[in-house]
């Protein structure tokens, strides 16, 4: 659209604390772009009247000196963020047209800070899926195509509404939420920046709960240092979710720029997989070399247990959420598909509000949690969790900094091309992500190159609990030496 649309969050900031523009002059651009980008299905709900609103009372703040930390910039909100009456659906029939009467704690802050919410966006249901294709309001398409074809890509998931809206400019930033990979797969497959921030850093209270002990709220941006301005607003402590920790949030933004001279980057040598094309392969050694050639120290690590944490999560992840999804039996929420007795009612409900997919991890996690199967399936899943954990601490005891590896195995593919047949084969597009969940850690995803096709792919960095500056300082260096990326409009 226009130039307003194209700027990071820090430029905006600039023009908006020099009057250059209006945060309503921001808004009704980027509202623009949202109106001619309906084909990409990024956004499910448009909240044009509320931006309004919110930009207007924000230039009135800004005039008088008062405007926050994000004083006028407008966001996308993940739909799995409960926002005040405002629909909020987690992409599932089965919350039909739920209106939460209070605001998520993650959201609160931003527009605390001064932000304007321009709508919210599409992902998987209740955030299940690689590929943004389970959302009850159809698949979000990627802005990036192969070149030299119209083929439509999916922008990974389950935050793909978010990613897709930041790379696509219609917001200049996004919520969105990462339980196995969720805010850095989108990210790699759209040349976007994505922080999984420590579990704890982000309250969960108002995110709605797919698998409680690996959810975690994060910013999508289009460059680190916009990703940190974000992060700062969405970390803190929140005495109404008891896992969010009570520790200072740091200037996240100051990291930005920091040298990372003498850091220890830990090559694991578990993430070189059979059969892993030899673009990824290229990429990973090229950012080893761009964080050598800012004085980093690579040394090879060893995570010995990282081939079961894939088979591991999807085992917690699953148990977790047939348990989280018990309360939506059509009595308290969204639709209710009535029968002959209160228990044909729930079963009606279930059936038909939630997806497929949704209904294989309800199944597979009531399963493995019960009498009989839970010493076999969810305990060794969570003893394999604890050794998962340990294979970073040992290597975190050594004194690495950071953990460098492929964000993804492979670029955007097609939609309707993975996971028909063998859900497996959408559920290993995780596997290098959800170690990270497993383990509590902090990781980011930056663009690092495309491959031969065009398609962006990314890099992931992985870092010590609560440390997410050294993650931005070295996400920066990978920016700066790989540059951005921008996707052609075609839209
Ligand atoms: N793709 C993973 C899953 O489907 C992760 C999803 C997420 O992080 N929310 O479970």
Redesign the pocket.
């Known amino acids: 659209m226009t130039d307003l649309t194209s700027m990071t969050i820090a430029e905006a900031k600039a023009g908006l604390a020099n009057k250059s523009f209006t945060s309503l002059e921001l808004t009704d651009a980027h509202l623009a772009a949202i109106e001619a980008a309906r084909s990409l299905n990024a956004f499910i709900l448009e909240t044009p009247d509320q931006a309004r609103a919110m930009a207007r009372a924000i230039d009135a703040k800004i005039a008088k000196g008062e405007g926050g930390p994000l004083a006028g910039i407008p966001l996308g909100i993940k739909d799995l963020f409960a926002t005040k009456d405002v629909r909020t659906t987690a992409c599932s029939k089965i919350l039909g047209n739920f209106v939460p009467p209070y605001e998520s704690t993650v959201t609160s802050q931003l527009w605390r800070d001064g932000a304007v919410m321009l709508g919210k966006l599409n992902?998987?249901e209740?955030?299940?899926?690689?590929s943004n294709e389970?959302s009850c309001f159809g698949p979000v398409v990627n802005p990036w195509r192969r070149e030299g074809s119209n083929t439509t890509l999916v922008p990974g998931?389950?935050?793909g509404g978010s990613a897709s809206a930041v790379a696509a400019l219609l917001c200049m930033g996004a919520t969105a939420?990462?339980?196995?990979?969720?805010?850095r797969?989108p990210a790699a497959f759209t040349a976007t920046v994505g922080v999984?921030p420590t579990y704890g850093r982000c309250s969960r209270w108002g995110i709605v709960a797919?698998?409680s002990s690996?959810?975690q709220a994060g910013p999508i941006a289009r460059t680190t240092r916009d990703a940190a301005i974000l992060m700062h607003s969405m970390a803190g402590h929140d005495p109404k979710d008891t896992t969010s920790v009570d520790r200072a949030v740091p200037d996240y933004e100051a990291a930005i720029g920091k040298s990372v001279k003498g850091m220890k980057i830990g090559i694991p040598k578990e993430y070189r997989l059979d059969g892993m094309p030899a673009e990824i392969e290229k990429l990973w050694s090229e950012g080893a070399a761009w964080l050598k050639a800012a004085g980093a120290e690579l040394v090879d690590v060893s995570l010995p247990h990282t081939k079961y944490a894939l088979p591991a999560?999807?085992i917690v992840?699953?148990a977790e959420?047939s348990s989280n999804l018990a309360r939506y039996d059509g009595v308290r929420y969204g639709l209710r598909v009535p029968g002959r007795s209160i228990g044909e009612l729930y079963e009606n409900t279930r059936a038909e509000g939630f997806g497929d997919?949704v209904r294989r991890?309800v199944m597979i996690g009531t399963y493995v949690l019960s009498a009989g199967y839970y010493d076999a399936y969810y305990l060794r899943a969570q003893k394999v969790r604890t050794l998962i954990k340990k294979d970073f601490e040992e290597c975190f005891a050594k004194g690495v900094s950071a953990i460098l590896t492929p964000a993804t195995p492979s670029a955007a593919f097609g939609v309707g091309e993975k996971g028909g047949a063998d859900p497996v084969e959408?559920?290993l597009?995780?596997i290098f992500?959800?170690t990270v969940?497993m383990a509590g850690l902090p990781g980011i995803a930056v663009p690092a190159g495309k491959d031969a096709q065009g398609l962006p792919l990314g890099l992931q960095l992985i870092g010590r609990p609560f440390d997410e500056e050294t993650l931005f300082s070295l996400g920066e260096v990978v920016e700066q030496a790989a540059g951005r990326f921008t996707p052609p409009r075609w839209w």
């Open positions: 992902n998987d209740f955030a299940m899926g690689s389970t998931g389950s935050s939420t990462d339980t196995g990979g969720s805010i797969q999984k797919f698998a690996l959810d999560y999807y992840a699953p959420a997919e991890r959408m559920y597009n995780d992500t959800v969940n």
